[in-house]
């Protein structure tokens, strides 16, 4: 019998259940699965109710780990992460960071983080300054695809905060250059040996905790030569300003 594993998946794609990244994070999810019995829940950020953090710092404070707005959907994305075994984030890099809806979740979980009490910053890749619900069995995975063909200095400002939040080694980071791209070309041999790859990678990640470094490398590698991907932009912005 299959081990279960309960498998958060956040889309913060504004696109919902159309979005291009989020298929790449089912087809990791779909590898999972030829190892483990998967109960997966998704939540689609943009449906969600999530008011803006106070900035009152009482999570840290007078109600140390529980946030004071009590009327919004934040409260059970709160208690869905702390009761997964895998939590995978699923969005699209606009303008060098996550969408502004994920944003403001992030805020408002504050206090999932441990009170800042003026820890030194670490220096070896550990959190900032802990996870208040740290679980050594839990896995938080992220997915992000972008337009950009240089995606490590893209990805940088994110995965910055990122490191912060959960320390260099504390969470999968899979960026996803061209995607956008790749999808329109509607080449479906092309996808889906692209999507065929991410689903070796859940495998992989099922049974060793960890992707090889050959096939992250083979997954970070953008689809499109940088000369082949300037044509295809050049003729985009053409056919988007009519003069094609």
């Given amino acids: 019998m299959k081990e279960v594993k309960k498998v958060l998946l956040i889309n913060a794609s504004p696109k919902k259940e159309r979005s291009t990244t ?3 994070s089912k087809a ?3 590898g999972l699965e030829e190892v483990f019995d998967i109960k997966l829940d998704i ?3 943009f449906d969600l109710n999530i008011k803006p953090c106070l900035g009152c710092l009482s999570c840290w404070g007078r109600t140390e780990g529980e946030c004071v707005i009590k009327d919004d959907d934040v409260i059970m994305v709160k208690n869905k992460i702390i009761d997964a075994d895998i939590i995978i984030e699923s969005f699209p890099l606009y303008f060098f960071g996550m969408p502004g809806i994920l944003k403001l979740l992030t805020d408002r979980l504050l206090s999932m983080m441990n009170t800042y009490r003026g820890q030194i910053a670490p220096v070896d890749g550990k959190s900032f300054h802990g996870l208040r619900y740290y679980n050594e069995n839990q896995k938080f995975i992220v997915f992000s695809s972008c337009a950009y063909t240089e995606s490590d200095k893209i990805f940088e400002p994110l995965t910055k905060e990122f490191d912060c939040i959960f320390g260099k080694n504390g ?6 250059p061209q995607l956008m791209t790749l999808i329109d070309l509607k080449n479906q041999t092309k996808i889906n040996k692209y999507l065929d790859n991410f689903r070796t990678a859940g495998k992989e990640f099922a049974l060793n905790e960890t992707v090889s470094e050959d096939l992250m490398n083979l997954l970070k590698k953008p689809p499109f030569s940088v000369g082949a991907y300037k044509i295809f932009l050049d003729n985009f912005w053409k056919e988007q300003k009519g003069e094609r």
């Avoid at 969470?171 to 996803?176: C, G």
């Fill in 28 to 30: 990791f999810v779909s």
């Fill in 22 to 24: 989020l298929n790449v």
């Fill in 171 to 176: 969470y999968l980071f899979f960026p996803l």
């Fill in 43 to 45: 939540i689609n950020v």
